[in-house]
């Protein structure tokens, strides 16, 4: 936790809009410490980041689980709190980490999340992150925002095979280059997909009317190249879809009618 505060400027944190972001996410239960690793004079640091000892004591934006005998630390949420530097490759020495929110800062850099085994949700939208997409994801994702930052290449095939992921979203980054890859296929669980402003090309792949649970899809503003394809009148649960700003030909497809909602 010290490399990651100290990294990403923790002494410049703005605790305030940090605080304005945490309530909108509806987390009551952090803390309201400030994050702090002072030592004593026998080298104990001064606070637990936890709280172990006084209620509502842990560091703001920190969530713990916590037995008899150790602390996990299984949340970061320190979203809109001006943090800037890069990620640490010792955060995946935290090993129960479910959810990382780090969204609208400016952290810049390559993401470093491999070996964190149990991460199951991903909020970095709005940063400066860049470089290639990962290729590595735990299989235990959820969600993966990644919108709004600098990342350049294609997108792995692997994200096609977290076949628990319900929402995706790499809008925005218009380094992104190439297809949806083929193991989406997979993804029988997405809900959302965001793909939009970036730089995408070739034809809408078939595979998207597989997605069967999705409810937002969002390809606008690439290149992609093709007529509809009538496989998007599988997505029978679809409920918003925009794909304008591309060049797209040909007509709608009579499939479409089966886009009751």
Known sequence: LEKFWTSLSGPSWNYTTM?????????????????????????????????????????????????????????????????????????????????????????????QIKNMQSLTFLYINYNKFNGQIPNYFPISMKNIYMSDNKFTGTIPSSIGYLTNLLELNLGDNIGLVGNIPNTFINLKKLQLFNAYDCSFSGSLPTILGDMIQLQILNLHNNQFQSQLPSSLGLLTNLKYMKICGNLITGTIPNTFINLIN
């Open 19 to 111: 605080g304005v972001c945490i309530k909108e996410l509806g987390e009551s239960s952090f803390g309201d410490t400030t994050w702090s690793f002072t030592k004593s004079i026998s080298g104990d640091y001064m606070i637990d980041p936890c709280g172990t000892t006084v209620p509502k004591s842990q560091f703001r934006g920190l969530s713990c689980a916590c037995n008899s005998t150790v602390c996990n630390v299984t949340s970061i949420e320190t979203p809109c709190g001006k943090l800037s530097g890069q990620l640490p490759p010792d955060l995946s020495a935290i090993v129960n980490l479910q959810s990382l929110t780090l969204h609208h800062n400016d952290i810049g850099g390559p993401l």
